[in-house]
């Protein structure tokens, strides 16, 4: 999960009953066992009294999951449900807390002349990076790098990976982005610079920037520099 600690509220159908209830979890993720545990699960406005015991799922192929029988029930979905619109909120609150993150994106863009951008924020649950501001970008690309791990082949996946700057200067003429060429194609980029955001050993996201022509002279230390400001911007808001 994006944020290690959520508070949600779903609604528990009951099976056999034309009725539901109201109910609130406190929601972590679960180191050991690479799920969601859900908490005091308790109907709105009583915090000390659980209604049922914890619950721990996971999202497998974009269905949630009950993860000790891996099966799908009417409670899984609906808790699930719940807790990508927390995130989904989180994320736009984050956008609006923090407007300083289109000015370094647009700050890191004029460093080079680029023509397109985008932060992603770092997901330590699934060791992935997921987009949360852009620009210049239309819906296919943004579908396309909605999730990226250490293993995609891509400049901010190799990023993750390596932990430094990766730097792409032609990305047509880089076989192992092949998977990548159609898409960017489309959105109209041929080099592109990722940047790690980090602050001390904390992995907090990836900062890129792409032009519409390739490049081989980006100005690595400016980009390492507005990364490291974003950081402190970032931690700032991040549980």
């Known amino acids: 999960m994006l ?4 508070e949600i ?17 406190n929601v972590t993720w679960n180191t050991l066992q690479h799920c969601y545990s859900l908490d005091n ?21 974009n269905q949630w999951v009950h993860t000790d029988s891996e099966s799908s029930t009417l409670l899984s979905e609906s808790a699930g ?8 909120n989180k994320v736009n609150c984050l956008n609006n807390d923090c407007p300083k993150l289109g000015y370094y994106l647009e700050k890191a863009i004029s460093a080079d002349g680029a023509d397109f951008g985008n932060i992603q924020l770092f997901n330590p649950s699934y060791r992935s990076l997921s987009i949360v501001t852009q620009r210049g970008f239309r819906r296919d690309f943004l579908t396309h790098f909605n999730v990226v791990t250490a293993g995609d082949r891509s400049a901010c996946g190799d990023a993750l990976r390596t932990g430094q700057p990766v ?13 990548h060429w159609d898409v960017a194609a489309r959105a109209g980029y041929r080099s592109v ?3 790690p955001v980090t602050t001390g050993n904390r992995f907090i996201g990836m900062l890129s920037t792409h032009s519409s022509k390739p490049h081989w002279q980006w100005n690595i230390r400016e980009h390492q520099q507005i990364a490291a400001d974003l950081g402190l911007c970032l931690e700032a808001r991040l549980p």
Do not use: H
């Open 167 to 179: 730097v792409i200067p032609d990305v047509s003429q880089l076989q192992s982005y092949s998977q």
């Open 9 to 25: 509220q779903f609604r528990y159908p009951l099976e056999g009953f034309p009725a539901e209830l109201l109910l609130t979890a």
């Open 81 to 88: 449900a719940a807790i990508d619109e927390a995130e989904e």
């Open 41 to 61: 699960v308790r109907l709105p406005g009583n915090t000390g009294m659980s209604v049922m015991p914890p619950i721990q799922l996971k999202k497998k192929n």
């Open 3 to 6: 944020f290690n600690q959520l």
């Open 193 to 195: 610079i990722s940047t």
